[in-house]
């Protein structure tokens, strides 16, 4: 699986966008991009995932871009629940999941 | 909403026991998975099961073994517990297909087990 650089950690503000970027340029053709978030004391939350069009949900956007070497998980109004270790992650559909350093996001008032 | 369960959330053992942690879901799925997570380590996956009574080592299967007997139940087992094995154990499920959830996983709330 196609190793992901992502920042340690980032702030954002309460009820302002959060785009986290990840850096993931070894991507394979048959590989997905996941991001999974860990709030303090739970197991890890699925967000969202996506192959090469851009996806949205409930919980985040995803932005992939056109070569798929990087993307964006986009929490569009952040709120202080939303404190996390946000994982990306990149795997071909049937492998096992395999969890980085992840970044660090605080959602400040 | 699919629901992993783990047993207990915390635990004290003492060295040299043998300890249980259980952990159920109630949604069917096929694939079942123990990760122990270390500050900065990550997550580590230390076995898997794709299937009543079949099981595959992950990264880390040293000093563990696991059983699945039903579909629902996934249990990981410290043979002998060291003051290594201290650490948060977290058991996900997963389906397969396409009518499952995207694919993706789904965590219990963790067991944070304390070998003294």
């Known amino acids: 699986d196609a190793k992901t650089t992502q920042p340690p950690s980032m702030d954002c503000a309460e009820g302002r966008a959060a785009n986290l970027p990840c850096n993931h340029s070894t991507i394979s053709g048959n590989e997905y991009v996941y991001w999974y978030r860990q709030i303090h004391s739970q197991g890890p939350q699925y967000i969202i995932h996506g192959l090469k069009n851009n996806e949205t949900n409930e919980m985040a956007s995803l932005i992939i871009t056109e070569d798929r070497k990087s993307s964006t998980l986009i929490l569009p109004h952040a709120t202080l629940r939303d404190t996390a270790v946000y994982y990306c992650i990149v795997k071909a559909a049937g492998n096992k999941l395999t969890f980085g350093g992840g970044t660090r996001v605080l959602v400040k008032p | 909403d699919v629901k992993v369960t783990q047993s207990s959330r915390y635990l004290v053992k003492r060295t040299g026991e043998k300890v249980f942690l259980e952990c159920v879901q109630d949604?069917?799925?096929?694939?079942m998975f123990w990760y122990r997570q270390d500050p900065g380590l990550g997550l580590r996956l230390i076995y898997f099961?794709?299937?009543?009574?079949?099981?595959e080592k992950g990264d880390i299967p040293e000093g563990y073994s696991v059983s699945r007997e039903k579909k629902e139940r996934f249990s990981l087992i410290l043979e002998s517990a060291s003051t290594n094995q201290t650490s948060m154990y977290l058991c996900a499920s997963r389906g397969t297909g396409r009518f499952h959830f995207n694919y993706g996983y789904t965590f219990g709330s963790g067991t944070r087990l304390t070998v003294v």
């Open positions: 099961s794709y299937d009543v009574k079949m099981k």
């Open positions: 949604m069917d799925h096929e694939n």
